[in-house]
C-alpha cells in the first residue's frame, strides 16, 4: 500500500486512489456530529452561492457552514460541532459549504473513491482502508481556509499512516501541541460566539464515532456523504 500525504487544494487535486479528505478543525468532525445525530443526508459543496441556491429550491434543507470560520448570512448553523452537539436532525437533509473541507471534496478529480477524515472517526477511517485494501491511499490536509498548513490536519494524517503501517505515533503528545498551536483560537474568549472551547475537546475525541463518510456524486453532480458503519 503506498500512502501519499497531500496538501490543500492543489493536493486534492493530485489525489489519486482512495482518497481521505481531512478537515479536522472543524468541517468533518462537525460532519460526523451531524450524521451522528440522525441526519438524513449530508451535501457537501464548494461554492456557497450554490448552497443558497439549494436553499431557494427547498427551504426544507439545514444550510450550515462558515466562511473565515463564522456562520454566514441565511444559514441555520454555522460550523461549531458544540453548537449542534444536542440538535436532532433526524429525516434532515443538511448543506455543509466551508472554507477547507468541502473545497478538498469537490477539488478531488481523480480520486477513486473519497472518504472524509478527523480524529473523531478516525479509527473507523483505518479499518475501512484496510478493508479496502488499495494500492494507493492519498491523505490531503485542507489546512486553514485552505491557504496554508494546519497542524490538526497534518497530525491527523500522520497518525492515519502511522496506524496502517504499525508505526508508534505519541496522540497525546499531538493534542497538547494542539492546544498552544492551531488549537488555541478556541481558548480566546473574544472567539466564543462562533469558535467555542468545547470545539477543540470534541474535534480531538478520538475514535468517537464508528463509521466513515463515504463522499459520492449524483447524476446531478452533487456529492452526498453516505454513512458507512465499520464494525471495529
Given at each position: 500500500?503506498?500512502?501519499?500525504?497531500?496538501?490543500?487544494?492543489?493536493?486534492?487535486?493530485?489525489?489519486?486512489?482512495?482518497?481521505v479528505?481531512?478537515?479536522?478543525?472543524?468541517?468533518?468532525?462537525?460532519?460526523?456530529?451531524?450524521?451522528?445525530?440522525?441526519?438524513?443526508?449530508?451535501?457537501?459543496?464548494?461554492?456557497?452561492?450554490?448552497?443558497?441556491?439549494?436553499?431557494?429550491?427547498n427551504?426544507?434543507?439545514?444550510?450550515?457552514?462558515?466562511?473565515?470560520?463564522?456562520?454566514?448570512?441565511?444559514?441555520?448553523?454555522?460550523n461549531?460541532?458544540?453548537?449542534?452537539?444536542?440538535?436532532?436532525?433526524?429525516?434532515?437533509?443538511?448543506?455543509?459549504?466551508?472554507?477547507?473541507?468541502?473545497?478538498?471534496?469537490?477539488?478531488?478529480?481523480?480520486?477513486?473513491?473519497?472518504?472524509?477524515?478527523?480524529?473523531?472517526n478516525?479509527?473507523?477511517?483505518?479499518?475501512?482502508?484496510?478493508?479496502?485494501?488499495?494500492?494507493?491511499?492519498?491523505?490531503v490536509?485542507?489546512?486553514?481556509?485552505?491557504?496554508?498548513?494546519?497542524?490538526?490536519?497534518?497530525?491527523?494524517a500522520?497518525?492515519?499512516?502511522?496506524?496502517?503501517?504499525?508505526?508508534?505515533?505519541?496522540?497525546?503528545?499531538?493534542?497538547e501541541?494542539?492546544?498552544?498551536?492551531?488549537?488555541?483560537?478556541?481558548?480566546?474568549?473574544?472567539?466564543?460566539?462562533?469558535?467555542?472551547?468545547?470545539?477543540?475537546?470534541?474535534?480531538?475525541?478520538?475514535?468517537?464515532?464508528?463509521?466513515?463518510?463515504?463522499?459520492e456524486?449524483?447524476?446531478s453532480?452533487?456529492?452526498?456523504?453516505?454513512?458507512?458503519?465499520?464494525?471495529?
Amino acid at each position: 500500500m503506498e500512502i501519499d500525504i497531500y496538501h490543500l487544494i492543489e493536493g486534492a487535486r493530485k489525489a489519486v486512489g482512495l482518497t481521505v479528505v481531512i478537515d479536522v478543525f472543524r468541517a468533518f468532525s462537525v460532519a460526523c456530529y451531524v450524521s451522528a445525530n440522525g441526519a438524513k443526508d449530508i451535501i457537501p459543496v464548494g461554492d456557497i452561492e450554490l448552497a443558497y441556491k439549494l436553499k431557494r429550491e427547498n427551504p426544507d434543507l439545514i444550510l450550515m457552514g462558515e466562511r473565515k470560520g463564522k456562520i454566514q448570512p441565511g444559514f441555520d448553523f454555522g460550523n461549531s460541532p458544540a453548537h449542534i452537539e444536542n440538535v436532532d436532525f433526524s429525516g434532515k437533509t443538511v448543506v455543509h459549504t466551508t472554507s477547507a473541507g468541502t473545497q478538498g471534496i469537490v477539488n478531488a478529480v481523480n480520486a477513486d473513491e473519497i472518504i472524509t477524515g478527523s480524529f473523531v472517526n478516525i479509527y473507523a477511517v483505518v479499518d475501512y482502508i484496510k478493508m479496502r485494501k488499495p494500492q494507493k491511499v492519498s491523505l490531503v490536509c485542507m489546512g486553514d481556509r485552505a491557504l496554508s498548513h494546519s497542524d490538526e490536519d497534518t497530525f491527523c494524517a500522520e497518525y492515519i499512516r502511522s496506524l496502517l503501517l504499525g508505526i508508534p505515533y505519541d496522540i497525546d503528545e499531538a493534542k497538547e501541541k494542539l492546544k498552544i498551536g492551531s488549537g488555541k483560537r478556541f481558548f480566546d474568549i473574544r472567539n466564543n460566539d462562533w469558535s467555542p472551547e468545547r470545539d477543540f475537546y470534541m474535534c480531538l475525541d478520538v475514535g468517537k464515532f464508528d463509521f466513515v463518510l463515504k463522499a459520492e456524486k449524483n447524476t446531478s453532480g452533487l456529492f452526498h456523504l453516505r454513512k458507512i458503519k465499520i464494525n471495529m
